[in-house]
Structure formats: C-alpha cells, structure tokens
C-alpha cells in the first residue's frame, strides 16, 4: 500500500529531451514506473529512452492516458509547465525544478487549490490536480513506483511513511531506515520553497488514512510554520506514531540555509520553537538523523503491545478449571445424596409404623 502513485501510475515528462529530463527518464525507467510520455513544444515525434514525445500535454493525455506529470524544465517556464499540467487534467503533478520566482509560485498554487476546491470546476475528485514541490526531489513508493530524483536502491517496501521538506536529509533517513529493517510505504519531498503546493498536513493526512503506513517520519527544517502547524494537525487528527527531525538548529538568525524558506525571520521559525511545538503534542524529536530509527521501532513496539491487550480474550479466559467442568460430573452426586437421604428418612417411618402396632 502507498499514497498518491503505486503500480497504476503513467507518467509523462515536462523536459524530458533535457538534460536532467533524459537522466531522470531513465532512472525512473529502470525501477520500473511507467513512463508513457514526454513532452518538449516542438520536439514531438521523438523518442528518448524509447518513450514517445510530444509538442503538447493535452496531445500526450489523448494518446497515452497519463496520470501524473513530472516538471523538469527551466525555472522561467516551470509556472507555464505547471499550469498546463493542471489545464489538461493531470491529476499529480511533481514538480522538481527549484528557483521558479516566488510570485510565479503563488500564482499557480492558488489556481489549482481553486481548481481543488471548486465543485463546478467539471472534473471528477480523482482528476482535480494535487501538486508537489516547487524544488522537491518527488516521491517514491519502494517496490511500486518513482517519480521524481529519488534514488531508488536505498528504499525498502514497509509501513513507515517519510515527508520531508529537505531531499537529501530524506535520503540519509531512508537509508537509515532500511538498514534497520524498516521499510517504507511512501518517501514523499514537499519541497523547500516558501510556498509549496502540498504542506506537511496534506501528507499526514493521507499517511494517516492509508491503512498500511504505521508509522510517519517528519522531517522539518527552521523557516516558516509549517512544523508548529503540523504539530497541532497531529494533536487533532493523527494516531499513528509520529517521529519528528528539525534539521538547522545551530544557523545563525537571518541566515539562509540551503532551500529559499530554510531562514529565521522576523524572529520566527526558529529551531527551538519547532521542537517545543513537536514535544508539547507528544511527538519525540530525534536530536540527530541517526536517531531517528530507534525511536520510530521504539514506537512500533509500544503500537503492537497495545493491539496485542486490546485483543478480545477467548470464550474459556477467566473462567475456573471447576466451573469449566462439566455438569453432569457434579449433578449425579447431588442426585445420589437426595435419594439417599429420602430412603433413609422412608426407612425411619416404615420402622416406627411397624413397632407401633
């Protein structure tokens, strides 16, 4: 079991006569997503691994039936790419292109949350767009399907569900995990831009209604809210074990960390706060990466004695060894007395009658 692609998914790809479309195509291919087309404007007709490309998304749609699109092509066009994923009736839409304009990326963040939400938007709930990233290494379901710069061959099929707003600290995790015998259902990068298309809550929520994902691993970084939301998301929602890791807890105020949202500002989306925000609703924080396998198997343990005590005890439990007995073993006994006792009593009178006369 996964959460938003499996062994159904086709994908296409925005940019893939590219350089980083043609390497990625090709690794998708070889783990074994089906990749049905491309798409370059006016590069239709060829075929690159084998996959046929088109000038057009809506041209790709009619001949292949995909379902999911995945952005690799240039920052100023991504927007472009985005809208016409989401105009064309791709249901996920991946993007991994990083350093697309904050403006470019609030624009087509809310047209597809209004195409979401609108029920006269004329598309069926499964066909009304969902997007990941801007700058997000994509989502990979071990076993099923990649879409995305994941690398396949640290990921191991299980039931612990990884988000995270960093790729590479979503790698190290993942390794980590696999080497400790703790496979995943889905390994999903939100990406690290200050607006993004699918939040933290968004995935908790599926991990949580995914009936075979036990446990969530969050991967959170300093900037913005999203960590202090999620933290109350799981206070009202989640049941599932969570394990949380804040990753830029020594930079300095005012720094950028990498990703363009990873910076404290205005005195927020520090560190610290996040943490506090994690341990207040129960959720440990692992002080490094590696920690992180321990707690998530500590918590698994803690999951299964519970269902193990709430099992319903059999028919026989708490019952004493002579109340399960038999009743006849007992019944005749108490039979024999009776009769016992009233030919006892019988024979006293017979004996009185006759010295009476």
Do not use: W
Request: proline residues 6%.
């Amino acid at each position: 079991m996964s959460i938003l692609i499996d062994k159904g998914t086709r994908l296409l790809v925005q940019g893939i006569t590219g350089r980083d479309g043609g390497f990625h195509t090709r690794q998708m291919l070889d783990y074994g997503t089906k990749v049905v087309a491309g798409v370059t404007p006016g590069r239709g007709g060829e075929k690159i691994h084998g996959v046929p490309v088109f000038d057009s998304v809506a041209e790709a749609m009619a001949a292949t039936r995909a379902n999911t699109s995945m952005i690799v092509v240039p920052a100023p066009f991504a927007a472009d790419a985005i809208f016409e994923a989401a105009d064309a009736g791709v249901g996920l839409i991946v993007c991994i292109t990083e350093g697309i304009p904050v403006r470019d990326a609030l624009a087509v963040v809310h047209d597809i949350a209004a195409l979401r939400k609108s029920p006269d938007s004329g598309r069926p709930a499964r066909g009304r767009p969902r997007l990941i990233g801007p700058n997000c290494p994509g989502l990979i379901s071990p076993g099923l399907s990649k879409v995305g710069i994941l690398p396949g061959q640290i990921c191991k099929p299980g039931s612990v569900g990884v988000v995270s707003r960093s790729g590479t600290l979503t790698y190290e995790v993942v390794h980590q995990l696999s080497q400790s015998g703790l496979g995943q259902s889905t390994c999903l990068g939100v990406g690290g831009d200050p607006v993004i298309g699918t939040t933290f809550v968004d995935t908790l929520a599926l991990f949580e209604d995914d009936s075979e994902t036990d446990a969530i691993v969050l991967i959170g970084e300093i900037g913005g809210t999203d960590e202090e939301e999620a933290a109350q998301f799981i206070k009202r929602r989640v049941r599932k074990p969570v394990v949380a890791f804040i990753a830029g807890q020594t930079a300095p105020p005012g720094k950028r960390m990498g990703h363009a949202g990873a910076i404290v500002a205005g005195g927020t989306g520090q560190a610290s706060e996040k943490i506090a925000a994690f341990r207040a609703v129960g959720v440990p924080v692992a002080r490094v990466p590696s920690e992180i396998p321990g707690l998530v198997g500590e918590l698994l343990e803690r999951r299964r004695g519970r269902r193990a005590s709430a099992r319903p005890k059999s028919r026989h439990a708490g019952r004493s060894l002579a109340a399960s007995r038999p009743a006849r073993a007992a019944g005749p006994k108490r039979t024999t007395a009776k009769r016992g006792t009233a030919a006892r009593r019988g024979g006293r009178r017979t004996a009185t009658r006759r010295s009476s006369r």
